[in-house]
């Protein structure tokens, strides 16, 4: 019996598993030139925030510029029926859109609460978790990173399972699919992927 240490098998292979897709940044409104379609953060300074939103064009209203902040599930249905919808009007220095920022080099997962303390100045930059990591991830937003290229605007529909073949994966639809499964009843298409590809946005 050798008593030599085993070779590591991923030795000169860094890429056996995907890199960490970008995080996502809030960057304020007034700074971004178009907004149409654009997913939006509101709120106020030391009070709280509010995502799950999109954006329409701006409004001037006066000397008051507003941002129409409609919710995800009726932009969607708008944008896929071709109806109007209701769009409450936010003052735009209320407002963030969600930017990607720069990847992130360093691990992520299982940082102790002293690290993940935040400004309430505005709203919190957003580093995606492994999705292996969740815990309950039916309905959250996923991001899909295959050969480097994220792929965004997914939905998990199930949790963490092992298929017929014996992988675990994780269901997703589109959020197209997503929020019309909502408003019309209609189950989505989905799609099995594997775990290890997958992060929580």
């Known amino acids: 019996m050798s008593r030599e240490p085993m070779p590591d098998p991923f030795a000169g292979q860094p890429d056996w ?7 996502l940044v809030p960057v304020a409104a007034a700074s971004v030139e178009d907004l149409r379609g ?14 799950d939103l999109r954006a329409d064009d701006r409004i001037v209203q006066g000397s008051r510029t507003y941002v129409p902040a409609i919710p995800e599930q009726e932009w969607y249905r708008a944008e896929s029926e071709q ?30 609460v002293i690290s993940r303390l935040v400004s309430l100045d505005a709203p919190a930059t957003r580093v995606p978790l492994p999705a292996v990591d969740g815990d309950a991830i039916s309905g959250r937003r996923i991001i899909q990173v295959v050969d480097g290229v994220e792929r965004r605007d997914l ?13 675990i994966c994780v269901r997703l639809a589109t959020e197209l699919e997503w929020y019309r499964w909502a408003w019309s009843g209609q189950a989505p298409k989905t799609l099995e992927v594997p775990v290890h590809l997958l992060w929580i946005e």
């Open 83 to 112: 109806i109007e919808v209701f769009a409450p009007l936010v003052p735009v220095e209320r407002v963030w859109v969600e930017t990607l920022g720069r990847a992130e080099t360093t691990a992520t997962a299982h940082r102790d």
């Open 38 to 51: 654009r997913r939006l953060i509101v709120g106020f300074p030391g009070a709280g925030w509010r995502g």
């Open 17 to 23: 598993a995907p890199r960490p897709p970008r995080p």
């Open 155 to 167: 939905r998990a529909v199930t949790e963490v399972h092992t298929n017929a073949d014996g992988d």
